[in-house]
């Protein structure tokens, strides 16, 4: 599904480094997440916004920072990089409490 | 009451045998289960999804069957096919701002 991208789809990072993943949906779809998946634990939820400027934490938001300026957007920051934040992150929107749509996914590593 | 807990988690299968993944919840809130098929490399996406009005759903080969009473919800995949094989994610939510609880996901082997 084109309507939901993810950038970069690949980044080698430092630890101790910001570095900010980006997700862009065109449907206008009012919620937006952020997720991680490490073998093991399957998916578990970061981050959420219900509309622009209206955030919440999920289940691991340690060390991550979100934003909503715009319905379409919603980037995750890492603030300071470290090896235990390794993973693929996957962004997904939806609307209406319907499922999500997700986008290609970011693969992370920290060394 | 957030946890949704997927049995099994590797299921290997013969080309042409159904495959049944059977998840479990505890909150009475929850009210739609989808199910997601992730194969290697790629992001989940969405093959079926059920509400709790509704007791079973089918989908030509697939299908899902809700048991509200007893909190739990199952996959059934009928003729599997190479293809088939991925990780099939289930999923609970309905509640707040439409999050979804992932289970720990099932890895679905399908022999030839």
């Known amino acids: 599904d084109a309507g939901i991208t993810q950038s970069p789809r690949y980044k080698i990072t430092e630890t101790g480094r910001q570095v900010t993943l980006m997700c862009h949906q065109t449907?206008?779809?009012?919620?937006m997440f952020w997720y991680r998946q490490d073998l093991g634990h399957g998916l578990r939820l970061i981050y959420y916004?219900?509309?622009?400027?209206?955030?919440d934490k999920g289940e691991v938001p340690d060390g991550y920072v979100v934003s909503r300026s715009k319905t379409e957007n919603f980037p995750l920051t890492l603030e300071s990089a470290t090896r235990s934040q390794t993973s693929v992150y996957f962004c997904?929107?939806?609307?209406?409490?319907?499922?999500?749509?997700f986008g290609s996914g970011t693969r992370l590593t920290v060394v | 009451g957030e946890n949704v807990e997927q049995h099994p988690s590797t299921l290997s299968v013969q080309e042409g045998d159904s495959a049944v993944i059977k998840c479990t919840y505890s909150?009475?809130?929850?009210?739609?289960f989808p199910w997601y098929k992730q194969e290697l490399g790629k992001r989940p996406q969405l093959i079926i999804d059920?509400?709790?009005?509704?007791g079973e759903k089918k989908d030509q080969r697939i299908a899902v069957t809700l048991n509200k009473t007893a909190k739990h919800f199952s996959l059934h995949i009928t003729e599997t096919q190479p293809e088939d094989s991925a990780v099939y994610f289930c999923?609970?939510?309905?509640?707040?701002?439409?999050?979804?609880?992932f289970g720990q996901g099932t890895i679905l082997t399908v022999h030839p």
């Open positions: 059920i509400r709790s009005n509704v």
């Open positions: 916004s219900a509309a622009a400027d209206i955030t």
């Open positions: 909150d009475s809130a929850s009210n739609y």
């Open positions: 449907w206008s779809h009012s919620y």
């Open positions: 999923a609970k939510g309905g509640t707040s701002y439409g999050k979804l609880t």
């Open positions: 997904a929107s939806s609307e209406d409490r319907d499922g999500y749509t």
